[in-house]
């Protein structure tokens, strides 16, 4: 063993450090793994914050709290924590992207944002607190999504595509009366030509019980007969 181990080992065996030590190391380690079971469960569904990232960000905001209050004193012992909610905010920011399937990552944000708050229960030693915040998390992400699909409450974007003799407008007009029907809209629509034939694409977001009855009008319609759909992601 080096002279530097030893040192350090000495140090740590010192009953008032050796305390101090382990204490923060078990608030650190106790931040990892439940960020940890988090982000296991974002990894399993592919979302943008996985494992990683959610081990990352409650580890840090542990670590952070940690040095708040080692560092700060007693008078400035929420200051520096008092900076990871604008840091986190920001992160949770970039996470929500618009793009051509509506907008994503808002579960994904606030799971950001809540995993942070269990990395600052874990740094301030409220054990029960985070452990109690990470099930109820752990439980809403896996439970309430289950019951959004089976009792199809979470929106689906689906990508339709018509191919007719008619002309665009013709087209248009008919999907356009289906969708009023039934108070949807469309968006990303794109027209071009297939063997001669309009060929008319467009999304709609709506649950899956719903895009069933819109298929089923659709089809009814004079000239959208052989509309085709084709799943798309899940609106988070």
Known sequence: MTHVATSWLSLALQPALGDLFFRILGRLTLAA????????????????????????????????????????????????????IPGIGFLGAGAILRGKNGVTGITTAATIFVVASVGMACGGGLYLLAIFATVLLFLA?????????????????????????????????????????????????????????????????????????????FRQEPGLGGIQAAAGPEIE
């Open 33 to 84: 793994v439940l960020g940890g079971i988090v982000g296991l469960e974002r990894e399993l569904k592919h979302r943008p914050a996985g494992l990683r990232t959610n081990i990352f960000i409650c580890f840090g905001a542990a670590m952070f709290t940690v040095l708040s209050f080692e560092l700060g004193g007693s008078n400035d012992a929420v200051r520096i924590a008092a900076q990871i």
């Open 141 to 217: 992400l896996i439970l309430l999504g289950a019951l959004e699909r089976k009792f199809n409450l979470k929106p689906l974007m689906m990508n339709y595509t018509v191919v007719a003799d008619k002309t665009p407008q013709e087209i248009v007009d008919a999907i356009n009366r289906v969708l009023a029907e039934q108070e949807k809209q469309l968006s990303g629509m794109r027209l071009s030509k297939s063997n001669g034939k309009e060929r008319i694409e467009f999304r709609v977001e709506a649950t899956r019980h719903e895009h069933s009855e819109l298929m089923n009008c």
